[in-house]
C-alpha cells in the first residue's frame, strides 16, 4: 500500500511541477509526455539536465554548487531551499537535479 501511494505522490508531483512551468501533458512511466510540434516530448527534471534548468529558470530558483562540500544548493525566492550531498547520487548533475526538483515540489505541492 505504501508503494503505491508513494508512486501516485510522485506521479502527482511531477504532473504539478511540470504545470508550474508550463508544460501540460500525460503521465507515462515516470515521465510526462507532449506533443511539441509534431513530435512527442519526454519531459522529466528528475532524470533530464535541460528540464531540471527549465525548472530552476521558470521558477527563479539559485542553484548552488559546492565543491568543497561536495553538494548542490537550491533555493528559491520563496525561501525554500534543499541540497542533496553527491555521494548519495550517482553523480553530481544526479545531486543537483534532484535538488532542483525538490524545491520545485516544496512549492508547487505544499502538502506533501
Given at each position: 500500500?505504501?508503494?503505491?501511494?508513494?508512486?501516485?505522490?510522485?506521479?502527482?508531483?511531477?504532473?504539478?511541477?511540470?504545470?508550474?512551468?508550463?508544460?501540460?501533458?500525460?503521465?507515462?512511466?515516470?515521465?510526462?509526455?507532449?506533443?511539441?510540434?509534431?513530435?512527442?516530448?519526454?519531459?522529466?527534471?528528475?532524470?533530464?539536465?535541460?528540464?531540471?534548468?527549465?525548472?530552476?529558470?521558470?521558477l527563479?530558483?539559485?542553484?548552488?554548487?559546492?565543491?568543497?562540500?561536495?553538494?548542490?544548493?537550491?533555493?528559491?525566492r520563496?525561501?525554500?531551499?534543499?541540497?542533496?550531498?553527491?555521494?548519495?547520487?550517482?553523480?553530481?548533475?544526479?545531486?543537483?537535479?534532484?535538488?532542483?526538483?525538490?524545491?520545485?515540489?516544496?512549492?508547487t505541492?505544499?502538502?506533501?
Amino acid at each position: 500500500m505504501y508503494i503505491q501511494e508513494t508512486i501516485s505522490e510522485n506521479h502527482t508531483t511531477l504532473q504539478q511541477v511540470a504545470r508550474a512551468v508550463g508544460i501540460v501533458g500525460d503521465q507515462m512511466g515516470q515521465d510526462i509526455v507532449y506533443r511539441k510540434g509534431t513530435r512527442l516530448v519526454f519531459w522529466n527534471p528528475r532524470k533530464d539536465d535541460g528540464d531540471a534548468l527549465l525548472v530552476a529558470h521558470t521558477l527563479g530558483m539559485q542553484v548552488t554548487i559546492e565543491p568543497e562540500c561536495q553538494r548542490s544548493v537550491a533555493s528559491s525566492r520563496h525561501g525554500v531551499s534543499h541540497y542533496e550531498f553527491w555521494a548519495a547520487h550517482s553523480s553530481p548533475m544526479e545531486a543537483t537535479r534532484y535538488a532542483i526538483f525538490k524545491v520545485a515540489e516544496d512549492i508547487t505541492c505544499p502538502n506533501f
